[in-house]
């Protein structure tokens, strides 16, 4: 931990450790975090909230493509082919799916849902 998580600046809970235990609470869900920064950026992250730590929180902003089925003989339709891109598959139906770590210094607002 770093030593902003552990001061406690007199008070039994820090300013910065209760936020951190606010955001904690929505681990799992998908939420909206606004940044202090400008362009893109500035116009807010939506993810699914995968983590929180002293300095960051993590959000998983696009998921993967899910894994092929490991219970069928193929996953072409021609009857043999396993590998999907020799099957007219191409690179842009899979994803791989993408992380943002995200500044806690630099949230300017959390959005999630009321319930």
Not at 74 to 103: H, K, L, R
Not at 107 to 113: E, G, L, M, R
Request: glycine fraction near 12%; aromatic fraction near 8%; include cysteine.
């Amino acid at each position: 931990m770093s030593s902003r998580c552990n001061s406690n600046s007199g008070n039994s809970h820090s300013n910065d450790q209760r936020f951190e235990n606010h955001l904690s609470k929505f681990i799992g869900e998908t939420v909206t975090i606004f940044t202090t920064s400008g362009g893109a950026s500035g116009c807010g992250f939506t993810g699914l909230l995968i983590g929180v730590n002293c300095d960051y929180v993590r959000l998983s902003t696009e998921q993967g493509s899910a894994p092929a089925n490991p219970l069928s003989e193929s996953i072409c339709s021609n009857g043999g082919c396993v590998d999907t891109y020799s099957c007219g598959g191409s690179y842009s139906d899979f994803t791989v799916g993408s992380v943002c770590d995200i500044p806690i210094c630099r949230i300017a607002a959390f959005c999630h849902n009321a319930v």
